[in-house]
């Protein structure tokens, strides 16, 4: 029963091509992100999606697109991959509109090598 | 803006003595403040948070954090260290002002000798 599940674990793909991350939550949040964590274990959002709209788009290149087909879903699509591009990518998930329930759930992050 | 620091890469200690791991935050209002736990090849999980009331807070697995607004700093602390404890520590902030965004530390490795 996991909460957070983000598919493929592993996606190692050559530079050009185009990749795609899914990512769904059985929790019933709201509001879903996208972070990526680079090889010193740094942690950036990309995206955050609240009820299919989104609501926070950080300085990520165009060729990165979130599609959220409904709240339960958030994939992560990746046009012309780069070598800067390899990393963790992580999904997670909260609840909005509660001021007081600021947990994030994380899915277990997909490993993206781009040689 | 805000931010958060955590000052140490890396932290050791011995099992079965306390561990403090170490978080200053900056924003411009009242911070939210979190931390959070990676075990390898997993994602992150939630620890405990401070959003008001209360400057102890205790979290699972018998973590707890003090919060001290003079100090700007929100230090995870256990009073007795497990080899299981060891693991990569994120301190998270968000300006209670601000849109709905957490802000990372740079992550700290706690390893627990046997």
């Known amino acids: 029963d996991t909460a957070v599940s983000q598919t493929p674990k592993y996606l190692v793909t050559q530079m050009g091509n185009d990749k795609s991350i899914k990512c769904e939550q059985n929790?019933?949040?709201?509001?879903m992100y996208w972070y990526k964590q680079d090889s010193k274990k740094f942690l950036k959002i990309m995206f955050s999606y609240n009820n299919k709209e989104l609501i926070i788009n950080e300085t990520v290149p165009n060729r990165f697109s979130p599609k959220s087909p409904d709240k339960a879903h958030l994939n992560l699509h990746i046009n012309s991959l780069e070598l800067g591009d390899s990393a963790v990518y992580f999904c997670a998930s909260s609840q909005e509109g509660v001021a007081t329930n600021e947990k994030l759930f994380f899915g277990s992050g997909t490993q993206l090598s781009v040689l | 803006a805000q931010s958060v620091a955590q000052p140490e890469d890396q932290v050791n200690v011995a099992e079965g003595n306390p561990l403090t791991v170490k978080c200053t935050y900056s924003?411009?209002?009242?911070?939210?403040l979190f931390w959070y736990v990676q075990y390898p090849n997993r994602g992150l999980q939630f620890l405990l948070k401070y959003i008001t009331g209360d400057n102890l807070v205790k979290g699972s697995y018998g973590f707890e954090a003090e919060f001290n607004k003079s100090q700007t700093s929100f230090h995870l602390k256990k009073p007795s260290a497990l080899v299981s404890d060891s693991a990569l520590y994120f301190c998270?902030?968000?300006?209670?002002?601000?849109?709905?965004?957490?802000?990372f530390g740079s992550g700290t490795q706690l390893t627990v000798l046997p």
């Open positions: 998270a902030v968000r300006d209670s002002g601000s849109a709905r965004q957490l802000t």
């Open positions: 924003v411009s209002g009242n911070p939210y």
């Open positions: 929790l019933g949040h709201d509001t």
